[in-house]
C-alpha cells in the first residue's frame, strides 16, 4: 500500500507562499501524486495531478524529486479561502484494480 | 459542466431502517467510489465499481450494499442502520480506475441516524 504522511497542521498568513509536504515511500512505478481541497461539509475537490519533477497549474505547483517518495504542494499567496484541508493521494495498485486511500490531511489556516 | 449529481443531499433515518444513497457520474465516466466521512474524520473508502462490476472493496460494513447500472449510476444501500452510520457519503467518478486520472467528486449526502 502507498501510504502517505502530512502534517496534521498548518497556519500562513494572507498573502504569503505555502508549502506542504508528504511523504509516500511506498510509491509503486505506475502511480501518479494527486492533491486534493476540501472544505467543510463538502467533497474534496481537485487540485493537482504530477508523476514526476514540477507540474504547475492556474492554482498551484506541485514538486516531485527523482525518488518520488515525497511530494510538495505549493499554494501561491494564499487568501483565507484557502483555509482548508489539503489531502495527498498515491494510487494503490493493490488487488490489481487501483483504489485511493486518503490519509491524514493537512488543516491549513489562513490568517488575516 | 457537468459535475456528479448525488442524491439526496441530506437524509434522516431512524436506527434499524433502511437508506439509499444514489450517485450520477460524469458523462463518460465509468468508474464510481464511495466513501463514508465520519465527523472530523478523513475520508474512508467503502467501494468502488469499474463497468458495472465492482472493481475494489475497503472497509464496508456487511449491512451496506452498492451496485452501478447500466447507465453507470451507482447506488449505495444501507440496512439495519446504526447511530454510528450518521456521516457524509462522497461519490467520487472518474474515467478509469484509479487515481491516476484523478477523481471528480460530488457533494455528498449527508445521513443522520436517529
Known amino acids: 500500500l502507498a501510504k502517505t504522511t502530512q502534517p496534521i497542521s498548518m497556519d500562513s498568513y494572507e498573502g504569503q507562499e505555502v508549502n506542504i509536504t508528504c511523504s509516500h515511500n511506498n510509491i509503486a512505478t505506475n502511480d501518479y501524486i494527486t492533491w486534493y481541497q476540501q472544505f467543510p461539509s463538502q467533497g474534496p475537490r481537485f487540485i493537482i495531478q504530477?508523476?514526476?519533477t514540477k507540474v504547475t497549474n492556474e492554482v498551484a505547483s506541485l514538486f516531485i524529486p527523482a525518488d518520488r517518495k515525497s511530494s510538495t504542494l505549493s499554494l501561491p499567496r494564499v487568501s483565507l479561502s484557502d483555509t482548508a484541508v489539503y489531502y495527498c493521494l498515491v494510487g494503490d495498485m493493490s488487488g490489481g484494480y487501483q483504489k485511493v486511500t486518503f490519509g491524514t490531511g493537512t488543516k491549513l489556516q489562513v490568517i488575516p | 459542466a457537468a459535475g456528479v449529481i448525488q442524491s439526496p443531499r441530506h437524509l434522516i433515518k431512524e436506527k434499524r431502517e433502511t437508506a439509499t444513497l444514489k450517485c450520477y457520474p460524469i458523462p463518460r465516466h465509468d468508474t464510481v467510489y464511495w466513501y463514508q466521512q465520519g465527523p472530523g474524520q478523513d475520508p474512508q473508502f467503502l467501494i468502488s465499481f469499474y463497468e458495472k462490476m465492482q472493481s475494489d472493496k475497503g472497509s464496508i460494513p456487511d449491512r451496506f450494499s452498492a451496485q452501478q447500472f447500466s447507465d453507470y449510476h451507482s447506488e449505495l444501500n444501507m440496512s439495519s442502520l446504526e447511530l454510528g452510520d450518521s456521516a457524509l457519503y462522497f461519490c467520487?467518478?472518474?474515467?478509469?480506475?484509479?487515481?491516476?486520472?484523478?477523481?471528480?467528486f460530488g457533494s455528498g449526502t449527508r445521513l443522520t441516524v436517529v
Open positions: 467520487a467518478s472518474s474515467l478509469s480506475p484509479g487515481a491516476n486520472y484523478g477523481y471528480t
Open positions: 504530477g508523476y514526476k
